[in-house]
């Protein structure tokens, strides 16, 4: 049986079995000695702006060690710096990236289907171009924080088509590079590509955007010719609320809120909204849907309380929008609240929440 169609137990249970079975990867002597090794030749700090969409899975696609790319997940990829929680983290981690004497790759993603515009964003009601304007106003928010000489913080728009898994990097003016019309035999012009693309682009950025590329362009040749499932049925059954969900990259499963937007209750209510939606439709078992909320932490003592009470305040904050909005849903959920222990990204469920 499918694991959407399964009992509500059974999916709960097959979910926090892969957040295990993630943490395990991620701890592995290879995974670890490959992030090191990684970091070592290639020491920019990665981060990325993108949907929470379980198909945009930048790790696999570029085929770089899980832990180098940092995510900021959110309903649509949708996001302002001037909200004060996410402006801080993100300020936070380019001033880390700074102290250690690394400049920072900031990946602003969007993404669609060239095959089918339903296959899209459904935060932009499947309108790449919509979606291609948000990104390019998250990058102006990220030059007037960072400076727009792109000098230490360069903010890069992607796209990441979907039927291919392959990225359109946007450069000066309209131009673009889309890994997907290239072969591996092009591999060694990637560098030239880039910095005609980006001439603004520090060195040190472009040699450590370099083996994304590649690895993207190794990814996208590897599925040509083979049989895909594209016109994957909208069928979320889970709702998480808060950060540290990397384990969870399948398509149509979750709807995930991160904890950035001044109001939450807005997207909370479009979550619970689609949640809604598949029931009726019969897209998913009525017989109830997960409520997940997590904040990771990454020592023991203070800063993991702080984390508990964190994802206690997310989960009675989420579980009370739904009963307002949507009361009949409401008494069809399951709550768990949990914390992540960061540096090995084990999901710890809270047993008194």
């Known amino acids: ?13 097959a979910l926090l079995a892969l957040s295990r079975e993630h943490a395990n990867t991620f701890c592995s002597p290879s995974a670890w000695l490959a992030r090191e090794r990684y970091l070592a030749n290639h020491p920019t700090r990665i981060l990325a702006m993108k949907c929470m969409d379980g198909r945009i899975h930048l790790p696999h696609a570029t085929r770089t060690p899980l832990g180098i790319i940092t995510p900021f997940r959110n309903l649509g990829g949708i996001f302002h710096l001037g909200w004060p929680y996410l402006g801080e983290m993100l300020t936070d981690a380019v001033e880390e990236a700074i102290h250690g004497g690394s400049g920072v790759l900031l990946i602003i993603s969007y993404h669609f289907s060239r095959g089918e515009r339903t296959r899209g964003c459904a935060g932009f009601d499947c309108d790449a171009n919509a979606a291609l304007a948000h990104a390019h106003e998250i990058r102006r928010q990220a030059e007037r924080i960072f ?20 990225l359109i990097v946007h450069g000066v003016g309209d131009a673009t590079l889309d890994l997907s019309e290239l072969l591996p035999a092009e591999e060694g012009n990637l560098e030239h590509r880039v910095a005609s693309l980006c001439p603004d682009m520090p060195a040190d950025i472009r040699r450590d955007l370099l083996p994304l590329l590649k690895g993207n362009l190794q990814h996208v040749d590897s599925l040509r010719g083979t ?3 594209l016109d994957i049925e909208h069928r979320e059954w889970v709702i998480c609320v808060g950060r540290g969900f990397d384990f969870l990259h ?15 209750s807005e997207p909370i209510g479009t979550a619970a909204a689609i949640i809604d939606a598949n029931m009726k439709a019969g897209r998913i078992p009525d017989d109830g849907f997960l409520l997940l909320a997590s904040t990771p932490y990454e020592t023991v003592g203070v800063d993991r309380a702080r984390a508990e009470l964190k994802s206690c305040f997310l989960s009675e904050f989420a579980a009370q929008v739904i009963a307002r909005e949507h009361p009949r849903l409401a008494a069809s959920m399951i709550s768990r609240t949990a914390v992540v222990h960061w540096p090995s990204r084990r ?6 929440a």
């Open 1 to 13: 049986m499918p694991l959407h169609d399964s009992p509500i137990g059974e999916r709960i249970e």
């Open 147 to 166: 400076g727009r000489d792109h000098r230490h913080v360069y903010p890069l728009v992607c796209g990441f088509e979907t039927d291919t898994d392959a």
């Open 227 to 229: 049989a895909r499932e």
């Open 250 to 264: 399948l398509p149509n499963t979750a709807l995930i809120v991160g904890p950035y937007s001044p109001d939450l």
């Open 347 to 352: 999901l710890e469920l809270l047993d008194h």
